[in-house]
């Protein structure tokens, strides 16, 4: 399975779904937000003080909001009825997750005037608030093992247990591909005593796990391809996004000297994610975004989309259209156009890009396909003008074996970013891919290495904070400045953002391989 955000959210390979935006939230919780970043939803530590007087019937407390309820027992003290409402607002504490508040609210209901009226309700509910104890080797694995994105779920798992355990205890459980599947397997993780979870993959799952992870003090390493992370809240984010993808791309670009760039995207969540990452990096690069166009992925008819990208509309280009009006049945063959762009990215998955490459030569669009291409041949075709030779480049989606013989010619000398580079790669990465092999009897993806070496990593830093005498929090702590010198995918490193950052792998088309880029 390639990347393509193959893992997206399992996104436009049938995935996960979509992820709302991740705020980076402090010690307040964390936030979901629209795509507009109006909060929509955010769990905090104990109640926000009341806007106003408490005007609510004291007598009825089950009736009561957490505002309310905080509002009156700073009026109240210990005075009836403070037990019943302290038990009330422990209640809802525990069940939004605040486990250290609800046992705050709990132990102000002994001190109360009504202690005796609520004490063996208080008693059940301090029973249930008994935290675990903390296993200092058991990371909980959050990963979708059954319903539609089990086989997903199976390949991370794979991966994940070729890593180098370090003596980590994974304990594997199933969110079965859903938010709430996701969040209740954070409640088992904190219930089993696990130090800390790696995973959700899915996007949806991410938001959720992190959330629940937060509340409950455990430091969470995300799966799942996007941004969005908070050291102080203890999420980390392990895998890569179309976004990081896209910003390589463009730095690629500048190291490469292509000043002129440009992008032609499907028209889905992913593509609009890796379309706007890279025309934000190559602008801020000073590189000079000369074309954006899209196209339907899910439509048979590439050619209204690209020939509007490519300026091939008679309507809107009077010199095609006047061609076309003396240059009989050939004129769309004879056509020379202008390409304003030196470097031509598509971030989709190999066999759609293939196809997207296949028609530019047949629009006399000029791509790189050799080192050193014959001007003169090139200039006699255009009429006697010199055509703008394209780089065409891909993402992760376009590593698959079968791209050299799906695009032809017109993929060959094409470059592809990606976080690993398979068995091209060095030995760490080799090693991976053969064991991989091995173990399931297909080949390894990109997302497969990044859970391997996102493992690798976790169980790496677990090892360093066994003897902690508060492992979750020294745990949280290593992760926010842990380093991988050596993986699948290269060095990496977890930035001041949370985030795991590592430099991109450049392929190149040669012949029926993929090969490392010089």
Not at 119 to 131: I, P, Q, W
Not at 218 to 232: F, K, N, Q, T, Y
Not at 241 to 270: C, H, I, K, Q, W
Not at 487 to 496: E, F, L, N, Y
Request: one cysteine or more.
């Amino acid at each position: 399975m390639t990347r393509a955000r193959a893992l997206g959210a399992l996104g436009a390979l049938g995935a996960l779904g979509a992820l709302g935006a991740c705020a980076h939230p402090g010690a307040a919780g964390w936030q979901e937000r629209d795509s507009h970043g109006a909060v929509r939803h955010e769990t905090r530590s104990s109640p926000p003080p009341s806007a106003g007087p408490v005007t609510a019937d004291l007598a009825h407390p089950d009736a009561l909001t957490a505002e309310q309820l905080g509002a009156a027992l700073a009026t109240l003290g210990d005075s009836a009825p403070a037990g019943r409402l302290a038990l009330r607002a422990a209640r809802l504490a525990h069940h939004r997750g605040d486990d250290a508040e609800a046992r705050a609210l709990l132990a102000r209901t002994a001190t109360a005037a009504d202690a005796t009226a609520v004490a063996t309700a208080a008693a059940a509910l301090g029973r249930e608030l008994v935290a675990p104890p903390v296993s200092p080797s058991m990371i909980a694995v959050l990963l979708p093992l059954s319903g539609r994105f089990a086989a997903i779920g199976s390949e991370l798992r794979a991966a994940i247990e070729l890593a180098p355990h370090e003596g980590t205890s994974w304990l594997f459980l199933d969110t079965h591909g859903e938010p709430d599947g996701a969040a209740a397997a954070v409640e088992q993780a904190s219930a089993r005593g696990a130090i800390g979870i790696l995973g959700p993959a899915g996007t949806r799952e991410a938001i959720a796990a992190a959330r629940a992870a937060s509340l409950r003090g455990l430091p969470i390493a995300l799966l799942a391809p996007d941004d969005g992370a908070s050291p102080a809240a203890g999420v980390f984010r392990l895998a890569s996004s179309p976004g990081d993808e896209a910003r390589a791309v463009a730095r690629m670009a500048l190291a490469d000297n292509f000043p002129t760039v440009a992008v032609f995207a499907p028209r889905d969540d992913v593509g609009q994610e890796a379309a706007d990452a890279f025309v934000a990096e190559a602008t801020t690069l000073g590189l000079a975004v000369t074309g954006q166009g899209t196209y339907d992925p899910t439509g048979g008819d590439l050619e209204p989309d690209l020939k509007k990208f490519l300026n091939l509309v008679p309507a809107t280009n009077p010199r095609l259209a006047g061609h076309l009006a003396h240059g009989g049945k050939k004129a769309w063959s004879t056509f020379s156009p202008d390409i304003p762009y030196s470097l031509l990215y598509i971030p989709d998955r190999y066999d759609r890009a293939a196809l997207v490459a296949a028609f530019l030569p047949y629009y006399n669009v000029e791509l790189r396909t050799t080192e050193f291409p014959d001007l003169r041949i090139l200039q006699r075709k255009h009429g006697g003008h010199m055509p703008q030779v394209v780089q065409l480049v891909g993402g992760a989606g376009w590593h698959h074996p079968s791209l050299p013989i799906r695009g032809g010619d017109a993929v060959q000398g094409a470059l592809i970013v990606d976080t690993w580079a398979a068995e091209q790669g060095a030995d760490a990465a080799q090693q991976f891919a053969a064991a991989f092999q091995g173990r399931t009897g297909r080949a390894a993806s990109s997302v497969a290495a990044e859970a391997y070496d996102a493992a690798t990593l976790v169980a790496q830093v677990r090892a360093t904070i066994a003897m902690a005498p508060d492992p979750r929090g020294a745990l949280r702590a290593a992760l926010a400045h842990a380093r991988l010198d050596d993986g699948a995918c290269g060095p990496a490193a977890i930035g001041v953002d949370g985030e795991l950052g590592r430099e991109a792998t450049v392929l190149e088309v040669q012949g029926s391989d993929l090969v490392v880029a010089p």
